[in-house]
């Protein structure tokens, strides 16, 4: 299954893991909707609306650049209303944007706690809101959240609560409408790294450990999305993706492509956070398969 003709709507897509996911859809010639806040280049956090748009078609797509503030409901809606009036339909919405702040309960101040609430809940539910009634008309229709498994263990809560909660709650929307979208035919999901991905959000959020942190690029990211997005949306519906463990899955086995430092081996890259204790025990046998099968 390919994504050409597809019309995706990607929110925080002008960088990171959204431009990404543009690109690779882009390579297909699909239709993408760069829906984001940034239209102006800011020298922190390279990267616009116009400039993703820009490569989206130089990599063989059409773009269509949109500055949306997802926590506004108008220019939800209307990013949606002009995606449609431009490219004729939605058949994917890939949920990216989000907020992040790594602090504790104590430091993080209110302000801070209602801005990762309401991109990253709120924002991710209501573009789902206004997408859906073009989607269930959408042939292979699918939402992506790029979000954590649900997995309720306290070291992923105690460091940084308010962080937590706001981003579990858009795997909270994967496991709700997964359900309740699966009979008007449109599937839902979630995707989420096995390791830090290398983006100016963590360089911002996380810079105090940057000459230590062994990363991957977001090259990885996009290419699992792409699996995810190409698959049967009336049966792959409801899944909480890791993102080496799907694509070892498919037949992957080159994963040094995606490493941010060239060389670093498979134990010593920098994990990311919330990720579930199953789904590691199945990476590692499934790496352990794949190595001794290469030795034959």
């Not at 897509?13 to 859809?25: H, M, N, Q, W, Y």
């Not at 063989?60 to 503030?69: E, M, P, T, V, Y």
């Amino acid at each position: 299954m390919s994504l050409r003709g597809k019309v995706l709507v990607i929110t925080g897509a002008s960088r990171g893991i959204g431009k990404a996911i543009a690109l690779r859809a882009a390579r297909d010639g699909a239709c993408v909707a760069i829906a984001a806040k940034t239209a102006d280049p800011n020298p922190k956090l390279p990267g616009t609306i116009f400039s993703a748009a820009s490569e989206v078609e130089g990599a063989g797509g059409k773009a269509l650049a949109i500055q949306c503030d997802i926590r506004e409901e108008e220019q939800v809606r209307s990013a949606i209303a002009l995606t449609v009036k431009t490219f004729g339909k939605i058949d994917i919405v890939v949920n990216n944007a989000s907020a992040i702040s790594l602090g504790g309960t104590e430091s993080t101040d209110v302000k801070r706690y209602d801005l990762m609430h309401s991109i990253n809940g709120r924002g991710t539910w209501m573009v789902s809101k206004y997408a859906v009634e073009h989607l269930k008309r959408a042939e292979n229709p699918h939402i992506l959240n790029i979000s954590p498994p649900l997995s309720m263990e306290e070291r992923w809560f105690s460091p940084f609560p308010a962080y937590t909660i706001a981003k579990y709650n858009m795997s909270l929307c994967v496991l709700g409408m997964a359900g309740e979208f699966r009979p008007l035919g449109v599937a839902v999901n979630a995707l989420w790294p096995l390791t830090m991905i290398e983006t100016a959000a963590l360089r911002i959020a996380d810079g105090a450990n940057a000459e230590t942190r062994r990363s991957r690029t977001p090259e990885i990211m996009a290419d699992a999305a792409y699996h995810v997005l190409t698959q049967d949306a009336s049966t792959f519906s409801g899944n909480f993706c890791l993102d080496e463990l799907l694509l070892r899955k498919s037949g992957v086995t080159n994963f040094e492509k995606y490493n941010n430092t060239p060389g670093t081996a498979l134990e010593d890259l920098s994990l990311d956070f919330f990720l579930d204790s199953k789904q590691l025990e199945e990476l590692e046998a499934l790496r352990v398969k794949q190595r001794e099968s290469a030795r034959l």
